[in-house]
């Protein structure tokens, strides 16, 4: 909710956050920009905003808040990229499990972090799974802050989802350079393993677009061997368990560094999982506007690429 104090400016033209606030903000520079980001007195449509290039639309309205926001969220594998009353979107680094895997469990996790955080700004907050990414995953995760909304959220995920963007470092080089895996997933209650299927056999139907973005070579000097590698986009149509690193593998270009459906080996040169939840897009359960989100592609991809 805007306050009096506050000031109030709307959108008339595409464009990006840093060049808005420039334009309006007059006399501040980039630095004095990005520190109210990071203080947290930036929001988007009632939202705050850390990021710069947050991407802005005709009619949006932008808010510039008196005094400090909500206390930052400090945490080297997690970071909050919007937040309002209703929903926190996230981007988390790979190896932080989403939730625990045992309620007793002690681990930090993505759901842990949030929990301390908004009892900081309230002891009566809370936050919900929505939807999860593996612990090897990177990327865009939302929870919501009350368990009514969670339920409405999961169970409408479809129809409120418009866009989940991936992308992965996949071995070798696809024969097609762009087309769409459509099959059927079945889990192994005793290994946790997926299978797929080409027919129906009872198991969950998954679709995965996909379209070759880069291919490269790099050069294994220790074991004289060359390595042909792709970067892949992946869109999904659908969202199964380890979805995309099933279908990726039964192509036979499992995701790098997969070593649970790879070729039995870590082929990563990064010594991770290459797979990234890229963009998250989605109508927004209470103002019913489409919002979007983007993680920039991990620095990690960008080097091996070069």
């Known amino acids: ?58 009619g949006d309205v932008i808010n510039i808040l008196q005094g400090r926001g909500n206390a930052e969220l400090r945490h080297p594998k997690l ?10 979107v996230v981007e988390k680094k790979n190896g932080l499990l989403t939730v625990p895997v045992k309620p007793e469990s002690k681990e930090t996790t993505v759901f842990s972090i949030l929990k301390e955080y908004v009892k900081k700004q309230s002891n009566r907050n809370t936050v919900h799974v929505v939807h999860r990414l593996d612990r090897e995953t990177s990327g865009l995760l939302v929870f919501a802050k009350s368990p009514e909304l969670q339920e409405y959220m999961r169970t409408y995920w479809r129809q409120l989802v418009t866009k989940r963007t991936y992308v992965a470092l996949v071995e070798g080089k696809l024969e097609k350079k762009e087309g769409k895996i459509t099959s059927w997933l079945t889990e192994d209650s005793r290994t946790a393993l997926v299978s797929s299927s080409p027919v129906d056999n009872g198991g969950q139907l998954a679709i995965t677009n996909y379209k070759v973005l880069k291919e490269s070579t790099s050069q294994m000097e220790e074991a004289d061997l060359k390595i042909e590698y792709s970067l892949v986009e992946l869109n999904l149509e659908t969202g199964r368990t380890n979805q995309i690193r099933v279908h990726m593998a039964s192509m036979g270009h499992p995701v790098m560094g997969d070593r649970k459906y790879g070729n039995g080996n870590d082929s990563s040169p990064i010594d991770r999982l290459c797979l990234h939840a890229r963009v998250l897009e989605f109508i927004h359960p209470m103002t019913e506007k489409k919002v979007r989100f983007e993680a920039a592609m991990p620095k990690e991809f960008l080097h091996v690429l070069k």
């Open 1 to 58: 909710m805007r306050r009096k104090q506050d000031t109030s400016f709307r959108v008339e033209a595409a464009t990006e956050l840093m060049p808005f606030l420039l334009s309006k903000l007059g006399g501040m520079t980039r630095t004095s920009v990005k520190q109210l980001l990071s203080q947290r007195r930036v929001t988007v449509n009632a939202g705050v905003q850390t990021r710069h290039d947050t991407p802005l639309k005709a």
């Open 79 to 88: 970071r909050v990229i919007y937040e309002d009353d209703a929903l926190i």
